[in-house]
């Protein structure tokens, strides 16, 4: 078994069939539905197509041309903010031929675009990515073929340019004019006639995003800017905490408020639906104040999580076992991590529209994943999926799974209440702060032992955590589906399974050490509602184990970088780490003379198969408040062929300053029943007083290499960068996040 | 020639007083030292004059916001013009480095510099005479391992003759009663032990009590009340404005937290002085309460102060129409709320978070409950109405958003009356203008104040969760 | 009642206590300013009130009669885009772009009051706004853009 093991994780690196082998698996757990897998194509065994074509391999699926020549592009990914409708419009286009603005992207629909599940876990160049380039080099390959043979010329002599074929006579044939019904309504092949890199037009540019300008001049963008006729406010009322079950409500009051339409109670589930929005709220405010609640909610102890955790039952998972017999290493150490409750916090509550018409139900939905919110919701009303159709439409940050989904069946929910009319749920902040789901506390035990010459030997990884991901997922997985009077059950957590892994995720250490063993407490009791955030188990591993190799460094007496580089062999990563050493001036700018001032490092390669990433970082650390401060950051990232880099450098950017904050400041704090940390004053976040001076962001382009996801790479090592420097700073090691004022200053003393 | 007799005689008698004076007056220096070494001080009495300095509130007034700490440079507003604190950390150029214990000891006593020059009052001695000779001590043993920053003293503006130092003899010579303290025999140690604290290091009074012509406290208006950088410091005797009335324990969470469920939140200078206080030893903080409770006579010890919060909002009512005490005044039951323009405003500006479920101290305070209306003048209502509680970096604070920039001074106005007649069963202001016009119209900025740390209490308290 | 937004008075039949914000995006349709808290504590609602920032989330219409109202959309249009707009395209100046509005109008106003304001001014000036997108360094840089472009043009105007 852990020969096995570790086979298919070697294969995963190295980038083998099996790596696209895994991917489909992994798709389908992505899912979380008990559904059989989707049908892949009508061949006997399922082809190795790249990307997202194995689960859509037709390329109608993903290109469609009118006669008139306009190109759609779909894609089953989400904008998120992190700028893929463009990067996803430069491969098509690069690989079409055709200008960047001629193509029309189309994103996740569950009426016209292919199922890629949930735009998460950075897999949206991999997956989407992949299936364009490669779909959109085949329709060329077609166009082609098809001109060559009304020409009578050789496919090879056909050049393109400009949405059109050229034939070497001159004659030019429209892509419009070429495609019938069934051109393009073929299965892919396995490879493709892709451009060679060093032709790129578009792609690896920095092109302008295309959804930038209008959400900086007033132009609707988001899903809280829909407007459709007839459109009626409504707001949910949420009980004090988890599971409270409404005893009554006495709405006749607020029945009679101005334009309250309709009060919506469904078992525990209470809503009020109102004309104009400010009307909604104050009702919502009434309503509240009206309704009577048994809560039943029992949260740990907050201020003793890492005790909670780890006598909580587990099921055990060895995620690595690789023993070596131990000839005793010269020095052992031993260090244990933590981390609260961490909210996603985005700036924009959860919203979503819904209208019932004509027995289809439309959701316009920020979620992540229309089919399964689609699947979800289509269970929770008891409709057949195909009279249920969930659009994507942007919402505020997205950083994993909020509260999107849910609101998304709150409005599905009132709109069958208010049929034929659409009806707009918003979430408020304390809603969001207090329902979304949270990334959860995880402890790690780390211990390793290092030899005479200062190698690690031995290393042993133990970490407790609950599930990061109860996506939807069947109806249970809906808030307002367990609060019914009927209510569905919330259904059992799962791990995600390695290589891709939740609380798991970059566990297994990268660098080269003879025996290792890994093991995963998987804790199934989940009193805090808890899912995916932003790199999922990656941030805490990375921060632990990036720590961790500090405290090893200077047990071997060696620097933090020269450390590293000795344990790593892949040529890409060491490159990675040694640009950011360099540009940082790790070894040849002398240390600040400011008082309070330390320099930390660290790296780590998402999910060991996804995007490096190295950061090095200087922090100083107020003595006299203990408030510590980035000052300086220098990051350098492998993403495989870089599409847009100024894309890439902005996402690392971001995570570089979320991942600062989570480390920083934040937890979600409860007492005995309910969640506190309700709004940005009780969960405060970084704020631009504590912005750093400078930040560089190094992007390391690999021309025809696999795109490696890189959007939650930069949160490890961030994470991880700080605490070092802050220990650099102070003299003291904090292992236990946040590394928050009160603690820097408890822990230096007077 | 009598004239002239007169003349020389007057002369040489202002010469001979003159004499006298200087030679009573005049003050030694006391030699500079070589600066102590870190390592030469007990740890036990560094942390010690560590939570000291905490009572004293020194880094406030000697450290300019986002400046190195201690090293001075802050101006100290006063009638007479602007007095900038010095560099107090241990460096021997522009700090203290030089400074024997004596000479420590004696700028704290009786406000004398080492030099020989009287220090102005800026600087509370009149209160810090109080602190004993081991207390001093230990302040010196903080301050002395402290990082050194260099920092040159700021010039003072002062007018003439007040910058002359040596005229301030003649103002320690009535003001200035010399400790240190000698204990009450008619009061209990955690009485004494209080007075001691809250008299002497803590300085309440310096802000909490009016001052007369010269600049000094009118001990006969002990805790009466004062304003202080713009803001109303309230009474903290028997003319306390607050609703429910404090008592000790309500004080202990107030002066620890921050904010207290039935008080509302520490704000203008008091933030910063809770953000000090949060961490001193829990005797310390009992012996403090207790004394300040003391001196307000009508505090209800037996009660908790949330139980009689909350009874008080059950008796006045939150709705529009409740106008149910007697003691209503005729503004408030000539108010049509629907036309009110304050009450419109407050609906819309105010109850979403002022009537809201978020707990303190967070969510926005009941009204009811706060001095800011219930209090003697409207300064400090129109100071939080303009400018809020900003945010504090990375801190658990409230946020309070400003209204300087979508309220005009007669809408503030409005709004000021209506909560005034809604929420206390006190007579109108009639400075609410006047307030607008000079917190608008201040030379220098409004201190907002930002916690150090305010931590929520523990649980138990916080009841409210999410909406 | 009556609300001059962008230099055009509209007559809006709303309960005068509502808060600008909605009837912002719900009367008048306009998308830049946006819901992000309702508390005053996140800056993505900020308008301009007769040229000073204000949070429209705990702004009533009430307070508005006589006031000029400014969004982002009267700044400029994609088609003829203002200084600031202009800069923080160009600057590539967001990632989910919703808390982008709040923080442009208020670092116009800024702008505006004090063109020469330093790093440091423009920090502490927008620290009422969040951005959990962590876009903050593009951010300064586009408003320092910003301020470069409005200097030169008023250098160049004066001349």
């Given at each position: ?236 009322v949420r009980p004090p905490s988890y599971g409270a079950q409404l005893a ?37 405010r009434?309503?509240a104040a009206a309704a009577r609640w048994n809560e039943t909610a029992k949260l740990p102890d907050a201020a ?124 408020t902040?304390e809603q969001?702060h207090a329902w ?91 009193p805090v ?139 979600v704090s409860f007492n005995e029943r309910r969640i506190t940390s309700v709004d940005?004053s009780s969960y ?67 | ?243 429910v009335?404090?008592?000790?324990a309500a004080?202990?969470h107030y002066?620890?937290y921050?904010y207290e469920d039935s008080h509302g939140v ?38 908790d102060v949330v139980v009689q919060g909350a009874e008080m909002q059950r008796?006045?009512?939150t ?34 978070c002022h009537e809201g479920p978020r707990a303190l101290p967070y969510g926005g305070i009941d009204?009811m409950l ?26 658990h604070?409230p ?55 305010i931590e929520p209490a523990p649980s138990g308290r916080s009841t409210a969760g999410a909406q | ?159």
């Amino acid at each position: 078994m852990s020969a096995a093991t570790v086979i298919s994780r070697r294969a995963v690196l190295a980038g083998s069939g099996a790596l696209l082998l895994s991917f489909s698996s992994a798709g389908r757990l992505f899912a979380q539905d008990n559904a059989p897998p989707q049908p892949v194509t009508t061949l006997p065994a399922p082809p190795p197509l790249p990307g997202s074509l194995k689960q859509a391999p037709y390329l109608d699926s993903w290109i469609r041309i009118d006669a008139d020549g306009a190109i759609s592009v779909c894609t089953g990914k989400a904008e998120l903010g992190q700028g893929i409708k463009t990067a996803l419009m430069q491969i098509a286009a690069e690989e079409l031929d055709v200008d960047f603005d001629r193509i029309k992207l189309i994103t996740a629909d569950t009426a016209l675009t292919p199922n890629e599940g949930y735009t998460a876990g950075s897999h949206s160049m991999q997956d989407s990515g992949a299936a364009i380039m490669n779909a959109a080099a085949q329709v060329r390959q077609l166009l082609i073929a098809e001109a060559a043979t009304r020409a009578g010329v050789p496919a090879a002599q056909m050049t393109t340019q400009d949405a059109a074929v050229i034939a070497p006579d001159g004659r030019r044939f429209g892509y419009g004019e070429l495609v019938s019904a069934q051109l393009l309504h073929v299965a892919a092949t396995a490879t493709s006639p892709l451009k060679d890199p060093s032709q790129y037009k578009i792609m690896n540019r920095r092109i302008a995003r295309v959804d930038i300008p209008a959400k900086l001049t007033g132009g609707a963008a988001f899903v809280q800017d829909l407007r459709p006729d007839g459109m009626v406010h409504a707001r949910i009322v949420r009980p004090p905490s988890y599971g409270a079950q409404l005893a009554s409500v006495d709405d006749a009051a607020v029945r009679k408020m101005p334009g309250v339409l309709q009060v919506v109670r469904d078992g525990s589930f209470l809503a009020v639906v109102a004309q104009r929005e400010f009307q909604a709220i104050e009702a919502m405010r009434a309503l509240a104040a009206a309704a009577r609640w048994n809560e039943t909610a029992k949260l740990p102890d907050a201020a003793r999580l890492g005790a909670f955790l780890t006598g909580l039952p587990a099921q055990d998972i060895t995620v690595l076992d690789r023993q070596r017999p131990a000839a005793g290493g010269a020095k052992t150490l031993s260090a244990t991590y933590s981390r609260p409750y961490l909210a996603h916090g985005s700036i924009g509550p959860s919203c979503a529209v819904a209208k019932l018409e004509n027995d289809t139900l439309t959701v316009w939905t920020h979620t992540q994943g229309v089919y399964p919110d689609r699947d979800a919701i289509a269970e929770m009303l008891g409709m057949p999926k195909e009279k249920v159709r969930c659009i994507h439409s942007e919402g505020a940050g997205c950083y994993g799974h909020n509260g999107a989904d849910d609101a998304a069946a709150d409005a599905a929910l009132l709109a069958r209440a208010i049929p034929g009319r659409p009806v707009r749920v918003q979430w408020t902040r304390e809603q969001e702060h207090a329902w979304e789901p949270y990334g959860p506390a995880m402890l790690i035990k780390l211990d390793a032992a290092l030899d005479d010459g200062g190698n690690i030997v031995n290393w042993d990884h133990e970490v407790w955590s609950n599930t990061h991901s109860m996506r939807p997922g069947p109806a249970g997985s809906l808030l307002a589906a367990r609060s019914l009077d009927k209510p569905f059950p919330e259904p059992p957590p799962k791990p995600i399974p390695m290589p891709e892994g939740g609380g798991d995720r970059n566990s297994i250490p990268i660098y080269k050490i003879p025996g290792a063993r890994v093991i995963y407490h998987f804790l199934p009791t989940m009193p805090v509602r808890v899912s995916a955030l932003r790199a999922l188990g990656g941030f805490m591993n990375v921060f632990a184990i990036e720590s961790f190799m500090d405290e090893l460094a200077a047990a071997a007496g060696a620097d933090p970088v020269a450390f590293r580089l000795k344990h790593l062999d892949d040529p890409r990563a060491r490159e990675v780490v040694a640009t950011a050493a360099e540009r940082f001036g790790w070894t040849t700018k002398p240390r600040s003379a400011a008082p309070g001032r330390g320099r930390g490092f660290a790296f780590a390669r998402y999910k060991n198969l996804a995007a490096y990433c190295a950061i090095a970082c200087e922090v100083e650390v107020d003595r006299d408040t203990g408030r510590a401060r980035m000052r300086r950051a220098v990051a350098a990232v492998d993403s495989g062929q870089v599409v847009n880099s100024d894309g890439i450098a902005n996402q690392i950017e971001g995570a570089i300053l979320q991942s600062m904050s989570w480390t920083l400041y934040e937890s979600v704090s409860f007492n005995e029943r309910r969640i506190t940390s309700v709004d940005w004053s009780s969960y405060p976040i970084l704020r631009f007083s504590a912005v750093p001076d400078e930040m560089e962001i190094h992007v390391i382009n690999r021309p025809g290499r696999p795109f490696l996801g890189s959007g939650e790479a930069g949160q490890g090592p961030a994470a991880a960068a700080v605490a070092n420097a802050v220990a650099d700073a102070t003299g003291h090691r904090f292992r236990d996040l946040p590394i928050s004022a009160e603690r820097i200053k408890a822990a230096m003393g007077v | 020639m009598r004239l002239l007799r007169f003349a020389l005689a007057f002369c040489v008698l202002l010469a001979l007083t003159a004499g006298v004076f200087t030679i009573v007056a005049w003050r030694p220096a006391i030699g500079p030292i070589a600066p102590p070494a870190v390592n030469s001080f007990d740890p036990a009495l560094v942390k010690r004059g560590a939570e000291l300095a905490a009572i004293g509130d020194c880094d406030v007034c000697h450290t300019v916001p986002g400046g190195r700490a201690l090293a001075g440079g802050r101006a100290v507003p006063t009638p007479f013009g602007s007095i900038y604190s010095t560099n107090i950390t241990p460096d021997p150029e522009t700090g203290i480095g030089q400074w024997s214990q004596a000479a420590f000891q004696r700028a704290l006593r009786l406000g004398v510099r080492r030099d020989g020059a009287y220090l102005y009052p800026a600087f509370p001695f009149d209160h810090f005479t109080l602190v004993s000779d081991d207390d001093d001590n230990a302040l010196y043993a903080y301050l002395m391992t402290r990082a050194p920053a260099y920092a040159p003293p700021t010039p003072d503006k002062l007018p003439l003759p007040l910058n002359i130092r040596f005229v301030m003899f003649a103002w320690d010579f009535l003001f200035l009663h010399p400790g240190p303290y000698r204990a009450d025999a008619t009061h209990d140690g955690a009485w004494n032990r209080g007075a001691y604290l809250v008299d002497g290091l803590g300085h309440c009074g310096a802000c909490h009590t009016p001052r007369n012509l010269f600049g000094a406290e009118r001990a006969d208006l002990k805790f009466s009340g004062s304003e202080v950088e713009g803001w109303t410091a309230y009474a903290l005797n028997d003319l306390s404005p607050a609703p429910v009335p404090w008592n000790a324990a309500a004080l202990r969470h107030y002066l620890r937290y921050g904010y207290e469920d039935s008080h509302g939140v520490a704000r203008g200078p008091m933030t910063e002085v809770a953000g000090d206080l949060h961490a001193i030893p829990a005797d310390d903080m009992r012996a403090i309460a207790t004394y300040v409770a003391a001196q307000m006579n009508h505090a209800a010890p037996e009660q908790d102060v949330v139980v009689q919060g909350a009874e008080m909002q059950r008796d006045r009512g939150t709705t529009d129409t409740a106008a149910s005490a007697d003691s209503q005044s005729n503004a408030l039951r000539a108010i049509d709320t629907k036309n009110d323009e304050g009450a419109v405003i407050y609906a819309g500006a105010c109850a979403g978070c002022h009537e809201g479920p978020r707990a303190l101290p967070y969510g926005g305070i009941d009204l009811m409950l706060t001095s800011a209306i219930g209090g003697p003048s409207a300064n400090n209502l129109v100071n939080i109405v303009l400018y809020g509680l900003p945010a504090a970096e990375a801190a658990h604070a409230p946020i309070m958003p400003g209204f300087a920039g979508a309220m005009n001074d007669a809408q503030i106005v409005a709004l000021a009356r209506y909560l005034r007649a809604r929420f206390s069963d006190k007579g109108p202001w009639t400075d609410i203008a006047k307030s607008i016009h000079d917190t608008r119209n201040r030379g220098r900025p409004l201190t907002i104040g930002h916690p150090a740390v305010i931590e929520p209490a523990p649980s138990g308290r916080s009841t409210a969760g999410a909406q | 009642m009556k609300l001059n937004v962008n230099g055009t008075p509209h007559n809006v039949d709303v309960d005068p206590r509502t808060p600008l914000l909605y009837v912002l995006r719900g009367d008048l349709e306009l998308n830049a300013a946006k819901f992000g808290c309702g508390l005053g504590q996140c800056g993505a609602c900020t308008v301009l009130v007769d040229g000073e920032p204000a949070f429209s989330c705990v702004t009533p219409v009430a307070l508005l009669a006589d006031k000029q109202i400014t969004t982002l959309e009267g700044l400029g249009t994609s088609e003829r885009p203002a200084p600031i707009q202009r800069a923080f395209i160009e600057a590539q100046a967001a990632q989910c772009g919703y808390c982008i509005p709040g923080i442009m109008m208020r670092a116009h106003a800024l702008l505006q009051k004090n063109p020469r304001a330093s790093e440091a001014d423009i920090r502490a000036f927008l620290e009422p706004h969040l951005c959990r997108c962590g876009t903050h360094m593009r951010i300064l840089r586009a408003i320092h853009r910003a301020q470069a472009e409005m200097m030169s043009a008023n250098a160049g105007g004066s001349g």
